[in-house]
Every structure is written in C-alpha cells, then in structure tokens.
C-alpha cells in the first residue's frame, strides 16, 4: 500500500444472516450467498495489499460451512487470524478446538451482561447468556486467546461494575468494552440505546481495575472507531465508517478495484489511539 499510515487490519462480515437479531447489530445484512472460492481470494487479495491481520465477524462466521478452509488458508499465507462468533454455531467439538488452537489467534465471544437477565436482553435471546458460559468453561485451559466483546448501551450500563467483577473472575486475554454506536442498521436501536459519551467514560470508571490480573481491557468510544479501517462483506466489497452523514457507512470500492488501496488509504488515515495503546492491563489504565 502506498501509505506507511495505512491499516494493516481489515474486517470481513458475513452478511447472509444471523442466528441472532441484536437490534443494535450495524451489520447490513443481504442475501447475497457466501462462496469460498470468492471468500478466499478476497482474503489473499488482502494479504496482497498489505494487510496482515483479518478479523471475521458477524453475522456469524461459523454459520459458513468453509470456515475451515478459509481460517486455515489465512493463517497459512501468514495473516493474524481474529474470528468474532456468538458461538452458538461454535460447537463444542475437538473438530472445532484443534482448528481455533491451531489457527485462530483471537477468538472474540460476547458478554454484555453479568447476569443472564441483562445479557439475554442486550442479545434478544433468552439462554444465550448460559451458553457464552458453557463455551468459556469448555475453552478453559485451551491454547487459545479469548477477547470478550461487550457493548454497553442505556440498557445496560447500570451493570458495568457487576460485569467487570464477573468478567474478572472469567480471566479472558482481552476485555473489549465498546460504547453502542448508532451507525447503519444500528441507528434503528438509538431511541433505547443512546448512551453519551461522557456517560459512558463515567460508568467505565466503576470497574475495578485490582480485581484483574491477566486481563487486557480495551475501551472504545463509538466516535473513535470512525474511518480507522475497512469493513468488508463476504462479496468483497469495502465500507468504512461514513464521515457524512456520520451515523452511516460509505462505499469505498470493491477489494480487487485496481486503486482500491490508495482509496484505503486515503479514507481510513492510521489506526486509532486506544487500538494503538490498547493492551492496558500492565499499568491498569482504562482510556
Ligand atoms: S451484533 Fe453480531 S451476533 Fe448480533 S445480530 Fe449482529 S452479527 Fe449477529
């Protein structure tokens, strides 16, 4: 790529559907049907322009028969592999820990509350809670690092310091804290979501940061994420967040466009602050 600042991490979300319905999702999902011969050379044509880290995400990446083949294709031709899941196509099988042991290098699950009650509410799906628990406790004492995503909206804000005691004693690699941001389908769920920044800073500051001892945690206010990488769905096709109107995505091009990285580039600047400084758990700082 061109520019020395440009990302070096690139998103690719499977946007046929969802076994979930968050009403804050910000995917846009179609019906376009996933091909791995398709998905595979949009994760080679990432290496190519210089990537070197893809995260796959949602709507759910193991909902993809291929998976597989895609995970392992991007680990071998040398690209940190990052896989977020709601994990309830994640089955607890050795088939599926041999492959996030030896392939994935991030396993990013979500928790968005400390009690069955708040995250079953923040997911719309009464019993996910219990199974986020199940598959930690089958994780457990695997070779694999877990990042715990958890957004936090009006809903359940009042339950930060509850969660961080949970999340605590669940010991995960990485705690992500993201602020709900309404952009996209996303700005459907505002009216019962909006959170303030400020606000949100403020609640961040009830967790207690002595409780953790191996745990990163990351904060991400919604404003900082805007224009720092490429958000890409399985067809290939590159969004970044819009910066006008600002609660929307902008079409960038697709991946194999000859000038596709210098519009990157141009469009996306250098990676953000918190993400730059965003493995905080030696000095206990919350951003
Ligand atoms: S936020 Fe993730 S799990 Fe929820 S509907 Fe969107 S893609 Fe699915």
Request: net charge neutral; with cysteine; charged share 25%.
């Given at each position: 790529?061109?520019?020395?600042?440009?990302?070096?991490?690139?998103?690719?979300?499977?946007?046929?559907?969802?076994?979930?319905?968050?009403?804050?999702?910000?995917?846009?999902?179609g019906?376009?049907?996933?091909?791995?011969?398709?998905?595979?050379?949009?994760?080679?044509?990432?290496?190519?322009?210089?990537?070197?880290?893809?995260?796959?995400?949602?709507?759910?990446?193991?909902?993809?028969?291929?998976?597989?083949?895609?995970?392992?294709?991007?680990?071998?031709?040398?690209?940190?592999?990052?896989?977020?899941?709601?994990?309830?196509?994640?089955?607890?099988?050795?088939?599926?820990?041999?492959?996030?042991?030896?392939?994935?290098?991030?396993?990013?699950?979500?928790?968005d509350?400390?009690?069955?009650?708040?995250?079953?509410?923040?997911?719309?799906?009464?019993?996910?809670?219990?199974?986020?628990?199940s598959?930690?406790?089958?994780?457990?004492?695997?070779?694999?690092?877990?990042?715990?995503?958890t957004?936090?909206?009006?809903?359940?804000?009042?339950?930060?310091?509850?969660?961080?005691?949970?999340m605590?004693?669940?010991?995960?690699?990485?705690w992500?804290?993201?602020?709900?941001?309404?952009?996209?389908?996303?700005?459907?769920?505002?009216s019962?979501n909006?959170l303030?920044?400020?606000?949100?800073?403020?609640?961040?500051?009830?967790?207690?940061?002595?409780?953790?001892?191996?745990?990163?945690?990351?904060?991400?206010?919604?404003?900082?994420?805007?224009?720092?990488?490429?958000?890409l769905?399985?067809?290939?096709?590159?969004?970044?967040?819009?910066?006008?109107?600002?609660?929307?995505?902008?079409?960038?091009?697709?991946?194999?466009?000859?000038?596709?990285s210098?519009?990157?580039?141009v469009?996306?600047?250098?990676?953000?602050?918190?993400v730059?400084?965003?493995?905080?758990?030696?000095?206990?700082?919350?951003?």
């Amino acid at each position: 790529m061109s520019n020395i600042e440009s990302p070096k991490r690139a998103i690719i979300n499977f946007t046929k559907k969802c076994a979930l319905s968050c009403e804050w999702c910000y995917v846009p999902f179609g019906s376009q049907s996933i091909s791995k011969e398709l998905l595979s050379s949009v994760v080679k044509r990432l290496r190519d322009l210089g990537f070197d880290s893809v995260t796959f995400g949602g709507g759910d990446p193991f909902q993809f028969k291929h998976l597989d083949f895609i995970i392992k294709e991007a680990k071998e031709i040398g690209l940190f592999v990052h896989v977020d899941t709601h994990a309830i196509t994640l089955l607890e099988n050795q088939k599926n820990a041999g492959l996030l042991e030896s392939y994935v290098d991030l396993l990013g699950l979500p928790l968005d509350g400390s009690t069955g009650e708040v995250h079953d509410r923040m997911r719309g799906s009464t019993g996910h809670y219990e199974l986020i628990m199940s598959r930690l406790n089958w994780l457990r004492d695997r070779s694999i690092s877990i990042k715990i995503n958890t957004i936090i909206s009006s809903i359940n804000v009042s339950d930060l310091k509850e969660l961080g005691k949970l999340m605590s004693s669940l010991s995960p690699n990485r705690w992500s804290i993201y602020q709900y941001w309404p952009v996209g389908p996303a700005r459907k769920a505002a009216s019962e979501n909006a959170l303030d920044v400020n606000q949100f800073r403020e609640n961040i500051s009830v967790i207690n940061l002595k409780e953790f001892n191996n745990t990163v945690i990351e904060v991400n206010t919604a404003e900082s994420r805007r224009k720092t990488y490429p958000i890409l769905n399985h067809l290939g096709e590159v969004y970044v967040h819009h910066e006008y109107p600002v609660d929307d995505f902008e079409f960038v091009g697709q991946i194999f466009d000859t000038n596709i990285s210098d519009k990157i580039s141009v469009l996306c600047g250098q990676e953000r602050r918190e993400v730059v400084a965003r493995y905080i758990a030696t000095d206990k700082r919350v951003n």
